[in-house]
């Protein structure tokens, strides 16, 4: 078994670990891929030449420059069971949670509160393209993204044209106890979900993406719990809707990469 080790300059972010995954995913001699965005690196554990690799990852144009090639015999198979155990429960989470708040959401008249439900939602996509990377089609993974993406920008258009509505029509207070409530259990579900992400003990690249995306949502959750308290404070639903602008924004920005995966 052989190591080879990369410098990918242009990796930075989970978009580009899903492009190098897909683009890798029809080498059979590949056994496992190790990503380390903060420092630009990315370890392939495969059997024999590394040429097919390097002219693999060459062709994304990322800046990738293969640094070393070595044998290695402690190589263990990452859980591929314990992977989809993990995505299944976090998928249903989130999935759970996007019924919730969008449903709280609008008797409560929070954008906050709407704008998180569809970034739960994206993150179910997301943790449903993974489960297809463990093990799936790399057909099927595009076609999937390319819907889920398009799907999300327009829910999210949807969204940022009902909060310019209300930013220049009648101010209508959210019910600020139902925003801080709600999305407190909705922080409580993504803390879960982290732990449960980290406690699969995998570095392969739809895992690592999969606890960023959750690990933002938990800062989403906090954003949206303020806003609420500052619609308490200011009576006025502009805190409300400023944080669903946000969120909107982030969910479109997540649709844009989901889309590259697509593509």
Not at 1 to 24: A, G, Q, V, W, Y
Not at 204 to 228: K, L, P, Q, W
Not at 240 to 245: H, P, R
Request: proline letters at 2%; a negative charge; hydrophobic letters at 50%.
């Amino acid at each position: 078994m052989e190591k080879s080790e990369f410098e990918i300059i242009k990796m930075d972010c989970p978009t580009e670990e899903n492009l190098i995954r897909m683009k890798l995913q029809d080498i059979e001699a590949i056994k496992a891929l190790h990503f380390d965005i903060p420092n630009r690196r990315l370890d392939v554990i495969h059997e024999g030449n590394n040429a097919q690799i390097v002219d693999a990852i060459d062709e994304l144009k990322l800046g990738s420059t293969l640094i070393s090639s070595q044998e290695i015999v402690d190589y263990s198979p990452e859980n591929v069971s314990s992977q989809k155990r993990s995505l299944w429960i976090v998928l249903l989470i989130n999935f759970l949670f996007f019924l919730i708040e969008i449903s709280t959401g609008i008797i409560s008249k929070s954008m906050g509160l709407v704008a998180d439900s569809l970034d739960m939602l994206a993150d179910s996509i997301v943790y449903g393209l993974s489960l297809i990377a463990v093990g799936g089609t790399i057909l099927l993974k595009k076609r999937i993204a390319t819907v889920a993406g398009y799907f999300q920008i327009t829910l999210a258009v949807l969204g940022f044209i009902e909060v310019l509505r209300r930013f220049i029509g009648v101010e209508q207070l959210p019910d600020f106890r139902i925003m801080i409530i709600v999305s407190l259990f909705a922080l409580l579900a993504n803390v879960v979900s982290l732990v449960i992400l980290q406690r699969a003990h995998s570095n392969e690249a739809h895992m690592r993406a999969s606890m960023i995306f959750t690990s933002n949502d938990i800062i989403i959750n906090i954003g949206v719990i303020i806003a609420g308290l500052l619609v308490l404070w200011l009576d006025s639903s502009k805190p409300d809707l400023i944080i669903g602008a946000i969120v909107f924004t982030i969910v479109v920005q997540g649709a844009i990469r989901i889309l590259k995966l697509g593509r």
